[in-house]
Nanobody
Framework: VQLQASGGGLVQPGGSLRLSCVAS????????VGWYRQAPGKKRELVAT???????NYSDSVKGRFTVSRDNAKNTVYLQMNSLKPEDTAVYYC?????????????WGQGTQVTVSS
C-alpha cells in the first residue's frame, strides 16, 4: 500500500492544522493506523494511533490537543491538531500497521512538514 500525506504547513502558535493520509488501498486490513513525527536531531516518535475498532492512543505531549480519526470508506486517516506549540514542529509521517504472527508489518507515508512559529 502507498500512503500520501498532506496538510502540513506553517502555522502560528495556538493555531490549528489538519493532516490527511490517503492510502492507495483499503485501510480496513490494517490493525492500527496513525501518525508519528520526527524533529531535527530527534528520533521518530509516536503521536497518535487508532485501531481498526476505533480506539485512539495519544502521546502525553499531544493528549487533549490532537485528535486522530479514520474514514475507512475514503481509505484516509486524519490528524486534527489544535493549540499547536513550537515544540510540535516536525515532519509528520502516517503509518499503517498489520499485526502478523511473525511480527508487525509497517507501511510509511512520505512525511509532511509542520512548522509552528511566530
Amino acid at each position: 500500500v502507498q500512503l500520501q500525506a498532506s496538510g502540513g504547513g506553517l502555522v502560528q502558535p495556538g493555531g490549528s492544522l489538519r493532516l490527511s493520509c490517503v492510502a492507495s488501498g483499503s485501510i480496513t486490513s490494517f490493525n492500527i493506523v496513525g501518525w508519528y513525527r520526527q524533529a531535527p536531531g530527534k528520533k521518530r516518535e509516536l503521536v497518535a494511533t487508532i485501531t481498526s475498532s476505533g480506539s485512539p492512543n495519544y502521546s502525553d505531549s499531544v493528549k487533549g490537543r490532537f485528535t486522530v480519526s479514520r474514514d475507512n470508506a475514503k481509505n484516509t486517516v486524519y490528524l486534527q491538531m489544535n493549540s499547536l506549540k513550537p515544540e510540535d514542529t516536525a515532519v509528520y509521517y502516517c503509518n499503517t500497521r498489520r499485526l502478523t504472527p511473525g511480527g508487525p508489518s509497517d507501511y510509511w507515508g512520505q512525511g509532511t512538514q509542520v512548522t509552528v512559529s511566530s
